[in-house]
């Protein structure tokens, strides 16, 4: 899997270049799914929020107003109940999947409950967008500050790659520089502080930052 795991979206040329030499083709050209699901662990979001993800309204973000051959939906929660063979075939139709934030914990649990994570290794050009904790999900631990779902055992995430992600830098009165820091001694791992003009870009074992905006790396 190729990902694009962003802060605030695509919210810059670069971040939407960077898309575009994912998929190998331009947005117009490629089939998407949007997964609203982490929303629904996160006490700030909720029915409203997540329709503005799905429909790409301001100010939740864009990602499903931009160009694209076809776009669906895809709610984690329901998979189980429909079963594999039913969804499974949408997933691997898909060019992309765009994945909102929320609470990145909730999301890696509905992740591996549906039998989506599983999946991933078999879907070797398949680009995953993520924005937030749909970012913060591809990594191995997200610290105990993102952690918002009541029930999630601890904050860790599904470890795809081998970097931790604070995101939002100066966004929110929580996510300043300073806080970041105290939280990178937490993660005791490799990570990336980024705002909401950055994205790490990853495919073929290579990481590359890609920014308009403001980032940092802890070794």
Same mark, same amino acid.
Request: with cysteine.
């Given at each position: 899997?190729?990902?694009?795991? $962003?802060?605030?979206?695509?919210?810059?040329?670069?971040?939407?270049d960077a898309l575009v030499d994912l998929l190998?083709?331009?947005?117009?050209?490629?089939?998407?799914? !949007?997964?609203?699901?982490?929303?629904?662990?996160?006490?700030? !979001?909720?029915?409203?929020?997540?329709? *503005? %993800?799905?429909?790409?309204?301001?100010?939740?973000?864009?990602?499903?107003?931009?160009?694209?051959? $076809?776009? *669906?939906?895809?709610?984690?929660?329901?998979? /189980?109940?429909?079963?594999?063979?039913?969804?499974?075939?949408?997933?691997?139709?898909?060019?992309?999947?765009?994945?909102?934030?929320?609470?990145?914990?909730?999301? !890696?649990?509905?992740?591996?409950?549906?039998?989506?994570?599983?999946?991933?290794?078999?879907?070797?050009?398949?680009?995953?967008?993520?924005?937030?904790?749909?970012?913060?999900?591809?990594?191995?631990?997200?610290?105990?500050? %993102?952690?918002?779902?009541?029930?999630?055992?601890?904050?860790?995430?599904? *470890?795809?790659?081998?970097f931790s992600i604070f995101p939002h830098l100066?966004? %929110?009165? $929580?996510?300043?520089?300073?806080?970041?820091?105290?939280?990178?001694?937490?993660?005791?791992?490799?990570?990336?502080?980024?705002?909401?003009?950055?994205?790490?870009?990853?495919?073929?074992? $290579?990481?590359?930052?890609?920014?308009?905006? /403001?980032?940092?790396?802890?070794?």
């Open positions: 899997m190729k990902l694009l795991l $962003t802060s605030g979206g695509v919210t810059n040329p670069s971040i939407a190998g083709k331009p947005t117009a050209e490629a089939d998407a799914l !949007c997964i609203p699901t982490a929303q629904w662990g996160h006490p700030l !979001c909720g029915p409203v929020s997540a329709r *503005g %993800f799905v429909s790409g309204l301001p100010p939740w973000g864009g990602l499903s107003s931009m160009e694209w051959k $076809t776009l *669906g939906l895809l709610e984690l929660t329901a998979l /189980r109940s429909i079963g594999q063979d039913r969804w499974e075939p949408w997933v691997r139709e898909a060019d992309v999947l765009l994945v909102d934030g929320g609470d990145a914990t909730y999301l !890696c649990h509905w992740m591996r409950e549906s039998g989506l994570a599983s999946l991933l290794p078999a879907l070797p050009e398949t680009v995953w967008v993520g924005v937030s904790a749909g970012s913060m999900v591809m990594t191995p631990r997200i610290g105990g500050a %993102f952690v918002e779902w009541p029930s999630a055992p601890d904050d860790t995430t599904l *470890g795809i790659v081998d100066d966004v %929110f009165p $929580t996510n300043s520089m300073d806080e970041a820091q105290r939280w990178a001694t937490e993660i005791d791992g490799p990570a990336y502080v980024m705002d909401d003009q950055t994205a790490i870009k990853v495919a073929d074992g $290579t990481v590359e930052v890609v920014s308009e905006g /403001r980032w940092t790396q802890f070794p």
